[in-house]
């Protein structure tokens, strides 16, 4: 299972320290400008090194190799890949056998009998590079139709930006991807005091798309926010996904949480611009809870592949908090998941049809 979507379709390959990570997308209409330049700088926003991330240093270079004709989408399928630099699979040798608390290495090994201990392999979030590649051709297409996609940190650990306060034009600017510049620091002080303890933390990731069309989304069973869901926890460390005020809501009555509709729009965006899995028109606006980072350099308790219990004592490069990078990458999965949506919307009414072929 490595392919999402249905007609805007991408599949990534790779693994940590393995050759090379990248994507198969398919389904990209022909006529696309692809801007290389774009799609470098969506790497760069989540490539790792930064005082805040992992020290491991990869240019995450991509290179298109296929799909793509003098600057244009050709409407096959467009192949991407970038090369591993930096791997340090010594790191891992005494950990080798072991299983790291809060990692997938348990699971996997006791999925598949193979134990590819060198960075996590295929668990690894090095994979999220290759999904960032394919959003970035994503969000061309919504650019063709004015829709944006923005994200950024709205929590770390127990410090929360009032949802009022959240400036997504803020998070670019922010060495920790912060949507108020008031928080920067805090944000900052939480994430060094964490690793400074050998420890790590989690945060909150909010999600927001602006200019999206009324009627995204295919009931029953691919409804946008199911959709958008299930890609927001097919990434790593993400644990819980809460569209509009989706929590806050069970404690409100009807009359407090409706939206009230006039021929201006919706009064309020409680349903975080979705309605029985379909957009509404208004922006959507989704938040993801990251947990703090498995890998930390603290003793721990474990067992080996002998089911020999022992002590894990950790080496190597890791994030002390993944939610900042992980902002970049829930961005793009949103924006692979409009445009998969955008294209299936296309033959829903007899009408649309109609304007194609007559
Ligand atoms: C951008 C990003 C970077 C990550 N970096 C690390 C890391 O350096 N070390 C680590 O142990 N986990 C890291 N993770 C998280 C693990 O990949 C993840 O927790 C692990 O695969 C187990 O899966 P689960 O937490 O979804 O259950 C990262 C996640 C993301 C999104």
């Known amino acids: ?12 390959f790779g693994e940590s320290h393995g050759k090379a990570l990248g994507c198969v997308v398919d389904g990209v209409p022909a006529g696309i400008k692809i801007d290389e330049v774009f799609i470098q700088n969506e790497m760069n926003r989540r490539k ?14 991509i290179e298109i190799l296929s ?20 791997q340090k699979s010594r790191d891992y040798d005494n950990v080798k056998d072991l299983f790291r608390p809060g990692h997938a290495d348990f699971t996997y090994y006791n999925k598949y009998g193979i134990r590819d201990y060198r960075g996590g392999g295929r668990s690894s979030a090095r994979e999220t590079s290759a999904r960032v590649a394919a959003g970035a051709i994503a969000k061309m297409l919504l650019k063709e139709l004015d829709i944006e996609v923005k994200s950024g940190i709205s929590s770390i650990k127990d410090i929360q930006i009032p949802n009022e306060d959240l400036d997504f034009s803020h998070s670019s600017n922010s060495e920790v991807y912060s949507l108020n510049k008031n928080y920067d620091d805090k944000f900052k002080d939480a994430i060094n005091k964490a690793r400074e303890e050998h420890d790590s933390i989690g945060g909150i990731v909010a999600l927001k798309a602006i200019n999206v069309p009324v009627g995204l989304g295919e009931p029953i069973y691919y409804k946008l926010d199911a959709v958008l869901s299930n890609a927001m926890m097919s990434i790593n460390a993400s644990k819980a ?38 957009s509404n028109g208004d922006d959507i606006n989704m938040k993801v809870y990251f947990k703090p980072t498995p890998s930390i350099f603290k003793t721990q308790d474990t067992i080996d592949i002998n089911d020999k219990e022992l002590k894990c004592e950790l080496k190597g490069r890791h994030d002390p908090c993944v939610a900042t990078r992980g902002s970049v990458v829930a961005e793009s999965m949103m924006a692979l998941v409009l445009a998969d949506m955008l294209l299936l919307n296309m033959s829903s009414k007899l009408s649309n049809i109609k304007k194609v072929y007559n």
């Open 1 to 12: 299972m490595n392919s999402f979507g249905q007609r805007f379709k991408f599949t990534t």
């Open 48 to 61: 790792p090194g930064g005082k805040y991330a992992t020290s491991r240093k990869e240019s995450d270079s």
């Open 67 to 86: 799909g793509v004709f003098e600057g244009y989408s050709t409407g096959t399928s467009i192949c991407m890949i970038l090369f591993n630099e930096n």
């Open 241 to 278: 996904v809460e569209i509009g005020n989706g929590i806050s809501s069970v404690k409100l009555n009807g009359s407090q949480n409706n939206d009230e509709i006039t021929n201006d729009g919706f009064k309020s965006n409680n349903s975080g611009g979705i309605l029985g899995g379909i």
